[in-house]
């Protein structure tokens, strides 16, 4: 049986004052809720922030990217032992806004889930189609395209415990939610095609839904069957919000 898991993905938002109160309120808020993993991917400098607030509470947060390289010459990254050294988690590889503005190819996306995973981490990998490819009919294919680089470099270990979130380009940021059939048969497809390579894997991976997740929306899409919790982008910047969000994960 998975364990439902609710993910914020603050983006490029925040600032140490809102940070504070968001932390304090989720902290405060989600105290009795046990029945559902949650955590928050922070933008890197508040990741100690993040320690500090969270350390002791059931929250664990992460971060929303990682260098593909274990340390030197790469001006600008930040490397997952640096992660871990601020209590991280979790870290998301491959989300959409970062291959299309920043041109992160499908191997390196691999690299990064796989350092992750060998410094402790657990990545967060983001697959979905665009709205061209959905009505071209090719939506399992580019979908398929994504994942199979990570199926072939990672051994069925390194996919154990690991997540997938399945994010509709065409749903993220946009007021366009799945419908919760729609997310289910995509979230079905992502688990066959696991257990086609690595059986033992597929059925531990917890495969999330992303894509314009709000407190209206997440009962009845977190209830689907094969659907094991959300990544929230927008949602997650408001502690009610993201609240409801978790209570109505189970
Ligand atoms: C996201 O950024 O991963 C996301 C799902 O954003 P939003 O919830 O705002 O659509």
């Known amino acids: 049986m998975r364990r439902k898991l609710v993910v914020g993905n603050w983006k490029m938002n925040g600032s ?13 808020g989600l105290r009795d809720v046990s029945h559902v993993d949650i955590a ?5 400098p508040y ?3 993040a320690q500090a ?20 010459a790469y001006t600008g990254e930040v490397s997952a032992a640096m992660l871990k050294e601020f209590g991280a988690s979790y870290v998301i590889v491959g989300h959409s806004e970062r291959h299309g503005a920043y041109g992160e ?4 996306i691999a690299e990064k889930f796989a350092i992750a995973k060998g410094y402790g981490l657990t990545p967060i990998f983001c697959v979905g189609e665009t709205l061209q490819e959905r009505e071209s009919g090719v939506m399992e294919y580019a979908i398929a395209n994504q994942l199979d680089p990570i199926l072939s470099v990672s051994g069925g270990a390194l996919l154990d415990q690991a997540v997938i979130a399945y994010e509709p380009v065409w749903a993220i940021g946009t007021n366009k939610t799945a419908t919760p059939e729609q997310a289910r048969a995509a979230h079905s497809f992502i688990r066959e095609r696991i257990a086609a390579l690595h059986p033992g894997a597929a059925e531990s991976v917890r495969i999330l839904y992303g894509g314009s997740v709000n407190s209206r929306n997440a ?3 977190l ?12 949602g997650s910047l408001d502690a009610d919000d993201f609240e409801s969000i978790c209570r109505a994960a189970c």
Do not use: E
């Open 47 to 49: 990741l100690f922030q």
């Open 53 to 72: 607030v969270l350390a002791g509470t059931s929250i664990a947060w992460g971060a929303q990217n990682v260098a593909s390289h274990d340390n030197g």
């Open 223 to 234: 209830s689907m069957s094969d659907i094991d919790g959300g990544l929230i982008g927008r």
């Open 40 to 44: 928050v991917c922070v933008p890197y």
């Open 105 to 108: 190819s499908a191997a390196n």
């Open 16 to 28: 140490l004052a809102q940070n504070k109160r968001l932390l304090d309120s989720l902290a405060q």
């Open 219 to 221: 009962a009845q899409l």
